[in-house]
C-alpha cells in the first residue's frame, strides 16, 4: 500500500476526522491522518487524551477486505509496530494489553482502534497517539501516569521522521497479517 497524508494543525480527532471522510479517500491506499493538536482526542471507552502540541497524533485508514478474520488482532499489530519503532531507537517499552505502551510503568503512548462495516469491506481506522515531547507540565494534565519520549530519552524527538518510521513499520506488519491470511 501507498501513503497518503493528510496534515492539520488543529482537529477535534484524527480517529473522528477519518470516520467522516474515509470514503473519500483513495481505496488502495493507507491514509494517515496526522495533526499537529487534537482538541478532543480519546482513547478507549472514551478516555480523553490529552493532546498539545508536540507529540504524535495519527490515524491510519484504509480497507480491509471482508471477511478478515484476524480483525480483533489489529490493535496489538499496530501496538506491535509502535514498539518496534521504539526498539530501533533504543527506548525498550512494555505493553500493556491490549493497546497501551509504558515506558517505566508510565504510558507513553496509545492505540485506538476502530472499524465501521460496509457492504463490499471494512474500513479500518487505526489511531495512535506517541507523547514525543510533552513537558512534565502537560503530563500533569494525564489522567493517568504519562511519560514522554523526552521525558525519557532527554532529547527532542522529530514527529515527522517518527511517523515515517511508524507507517513503513505499520505497512511492514501490515503486510505480514495479510499474508497469514492466505
Not at 517518527?162 to 491470511?181: G, P, T, V
Request: charged residues 20%; hydrophobic residues 40%.
Amino acid at each position: 500500500m501507498s501513503l497518503h497524508n493528510i496534515h492539520l494543525h488543529q482537529v477535534d480527532s484524527t480517529q473522528e476526522y477519518a470516520k467522516k471522510h474515509y470514503l473519500l479517500f483513495p481505496h488502495d491506499q493507507i491514509v494517515v491522518i496526522y495533526a499537529d493538536e487534537q482538541t478532543a482526542g480519546r482513547g478507549t471507552f472514551q478516555k480523553p487524551w490529552h493532546s498539545p502540541v508536540g507529540n504524535l497524533y495519527a490515524t491510519f485508514a484504509f480497507r480491509l477486505p471482508i471477511p478478515f478474520p484476524r480483525l480483533p488482532f489489529l490493535a496489538q499489530c499496530a501496538a506491535q509496530s509502535v514498539a518496534a519503532c521504539l526498539i530501533a531507537e533504543g527506548v525498550y517499552p512494555t505493553v500493556k494489553w491490549p493497546n497501551d505502551l509504558l515506558l517505566n510503568g508510565k504510558k507513553v503512548a496509545g492505540v485506538l482502534c476502530e472499524v465501521i462495516q460496509e457492504p463490499s469491506f471494512i474500513a479500518a481506522f487505526v489511531g495512535i497517539g506517541v507523547n514525543l515531547n510533552m513537558e512534565s507540565g502537560d503530563l500533569s494534565k494525564v489522567n493517568q501516569p504519562a511519560t514522554s519520549l523526552k521525558e525519557e530519552t532527554g532529547r527532542e524527538w522529530d514527529r515527522d521522521v517518527f511517523l515515517e518510521k511508524l507507517y513503513e513499520q505499520f505497512c511492514s506488519d501490515l503486510r505480514s497479517f495479510f499474508k497469514e491470511l492466505h
